[in-house]
């Protein structure tokens, strides 16, 4: 099950398929296709992705009545596609790129989910495809909930997983300092069903952290002659509690994140040592991928 829009052009313009190939070509990020015709957006750092084809022309009859029979527009071939039955944030990342590719080659959309007029191409306001995706997105979810067997994930905390991951790339990128940005796991735990967020925090180094349910310490140190190598999960109120002399806010576009500038002192490593760690990753739980849970439920 999908949500899916059609491109036109007016019949007066001189837009070529051909134009709006190499546009996607040079313009759309992420773009894991290799095929001429088809282009495969997925963002590695939120799981985002969706799927524009750039098809044959129908040479069915009843193919050309439902999508090239129109007065004033001319069908361009090019479709895209979004699967249902995600977290709302796919909507806020993939529809401000349609609509920059809709306005930047002024296209038309037939958008056979509208309620008012599915059977014309026409102009949308800004946001709209967002707005409409959501809410059939919710849905169909909620219709499909149990029978699917759903993995329920607040909204709150998956929009802003969504938010520091769109963005953790950058902020790493254009740090002038030595820190590393840790980004997000989901888990389920084993015990109670529930989804949980962690990140990992390797042998007290200089991090960027968000605010999650676990970290996943990871420990090495020597002891009669070997090195001993340890991981399990702390909690994060529990890192922040231990360190609070040392993490400090970190001002962000992303809120709410801590930075802690490793002195690499011999206290620090003694306290980061002393961590009681609890359960490794695999006892427990299970990694979560980012398009395997949703944010509603019955």
């Known amino acids: 099950m999908s949500f899916d829009l059609y491109f036109y052009k007016r019949k ?4 070529t398929e051909e134009q709006i190939a190499e546009y996607l070509t040079k313009n759309l990020s992420h773009n894991l296709s290799d095929h001429p015709r088809q282009w495969h957006y997925e963002n590695p750092e939120t799981g985002v992705y969706f799927l524009i084809d750039w098809n044959e022309p ?8 439902n999508f090239d029979n129109f007065q004033d527009y001319k069908y361009l071939n090019f479709t895209f596609s979004i699967n249902f039955f995600r977290p709302r944030f796919f909507g806020l990342e993939i529809f401000p790129i349609i609509e920059k590719f809709i306005n930047d080659l002024d ?3 037939l958008d056979p989910q509208d309620e008012t ?3 014309n191409p026409r102009k949308f ?4 495809f967002q707005e409409q995706w959501i809410r059939h997105n919710d849905g169909v979810t909620l219709d499909q909930f149990t029978d699917l067997n759903f993995e329920y ?3 709150d905390k998956s929009n802003y997983l969504w938010w520091f991951q769109f ?4 902020l790493q990128n254009n740090l002038t300092e030595d820190l590393f940005v840790s980004g997000h796991f989901i888990l389920k735990s084993k015990e109670d069903g529930q989804l949980y967020t962690a990140c990992v925090w390797p042998q007290h ?3 960027i952290l968000p605010p999650v349910d676990f970290l996943i310490v990871q420990k090495e140190h020597r002891k009669l002659f070997k090195t001993i190598k340890e991981s399990g999960l702390v909690t994060y109120s529990t890192v922040l509690s231990e360190f609070a002399d040392h993490f400090e806010d970190y001002i962000h576009e992303v809120p709410n994140l801590k930075v802690f500038r490793n002195t690499d002192s011999d206290q620090i490593k003694k306290k980061f040592n002393a961590l009681k760690l609890g359960k490794t990753v695999n006892e427990f739980g299970n990694g979560v991928s980012f398009d395997g849970f949703v944010n509603v439920r019955p």
């Not at 007066?12 to 837009?15: N, T």
């Not at 306001?125 to 709209?128: I, L, W």
């Not at 963005?167 to 950058?170: I, Q």
């Open 12 to 15: 007066d313009s001189q837009q």
């Open 58 to 65: 129908e040479d069915d009859q009843d193919s050309i009545e």
């Open 107 to 109: 296209l038309f959309v």
């Open 117 to 119: 007029d599915p059977d």
């Open 125 to 128: 306001p800004a946001g709209y």
């Open 153 to 155: 994930f607040p909204i």
């Open 167 to 170: 963005n953790r790339e950058e």
């Open 205 to 207: 180094i200089s991090i």
